[in-house]
């Protein structure tokens, strides 16, 4: 038996080099626009910060959007890929990481259809799909894997999937 447990979020600080932010604000600009209602970019220096600080591994964005932050994954050096719904925005994603000579993959498709796993994953869904993907995550993630909910700079979270039977 597995359950949820959050654990603290560590997050390295310090400023992003240039070249990050170069990537973050391109993604931005053409991020701007794709029509999708859906699409709500995150606080990338956060992420970016909380990223750094993970051991390293395959990461898994689930619901990538532009892509960005499947990006900055491979930059720190996650094994990283995305899963986005909306067609407009996977190739958008794919062209943005290509232009930046990036080779993380983006795959179209739900992220509770389509398994890729990953030692650590990202969400940043709607309020009402949180617990959905928590028991999406505790279904199909390995013992250890990492689940980041991203709600805002001051409501990111990490959650770990253990064993009940753990001591
Ligand atoms: C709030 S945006 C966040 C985008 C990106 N993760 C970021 O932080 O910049 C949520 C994204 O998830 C996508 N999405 C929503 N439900 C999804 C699902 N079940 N599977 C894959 N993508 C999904 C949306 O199209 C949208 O691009």
Not at 64 to 70: D, E, V
Not at 97 to 112: P, R
Not at 128 to 145: D, I, K
């Amino acid at each position: 038996m597995f359950e949820l447990q959050e654990i603290p979020l560590e997050r390295s600080s310090g400023p992003l080099a240039k070249s990050v932010w170069e990537f973050i604000d391109e993604g931005l600009r053409r991020g701007k626009s794709i029509d999708c209602f859906d699409y709500v970019p995150s606080n990338y220096d956060v992420v970016y910060a909380a990223l750094s600080a993970l051991p390293r591994g395959r990461f898994c964005e689930w619901g990538s959007g532009m892509g960005i932050i499947t990006g900055l994954a491979e930059m720190l050096g996650f094994d990283a890929h995305g899963l986005e719904l909306d067609p407009g925005l996977v190739t958008a994603s794919r062209r943005l990481l290509a232009d930046f000579g990036l080779s993380a993959t983006v795959q179209t498709g739900s992220y509770f259809d389509v398994h890729h796993a990953a030692d650590v994953y990202f969400v940043y869904c709607w309020p009402g799909q949180v617990s959905r993907t928590e028991e999406h995550f505790l279904a199909t993630a390995a013992e250890g894997a990492r689940l980041l909910v991203y709600f805002g700079p001051d409501d990111f979270r990490c959650e770990i999937k253990t064993s009940i039977d753990s001591p």
